[in-house]
């Protein structure tokens, strides 16, 4: 599959997902659990791979890495937004200095 293929088809998942029962998947739990659970694993999965960054682990890193894209995407389709804006985000950055881009966030 490719890459892409693979975030939408997981994206489909996930939308799939916010009218399921909370018992009849981890997604649909944490749908229901709300926004602040989400964030929680959010967080813990952005801790878990800097330590495993930290720890040199290629493996574990990405595995850690793996888990934090997957939090994030449930955040994002939690919030109604799709891989679609972020990939629209990096399009508009591509190329640009990082320190021009930055720069331009103060001024919005």
Do not use: P
Request: aromatic share 6%; with cysteine; hydrophobic share 40%.
């Amino acid at each position: 599959m490719a890459r892409t293929d693979t975030l939408d088809a997981l994206e489909l998942v996930l939308e799939q997902r916010k009218g399921a029962s909370a018992d009849s998947s981890y997604v649909a739990s944490l749908y229901h659990k709300g926004l602040n659970k989400i964030l929680e694993k959010v967080g813990e999965e952005a801790t878990e791979t800097i330590l495993a960054a930290k720890d040199g682990d290629k493996d574990a890193l990405v595995a850690e890495v793996s888990d934090l894209w997957f939090h994030t995407m449930v955040m994002l389709c939690y919030e109604g937004l799709s891989v679609e804006h972020i990939m629209t985000e990096l399009d508009r950055r591509f190329g640009l200095s990082g320190l021009d881009e930055k720069a331009s966030r103060t001024k919005r």
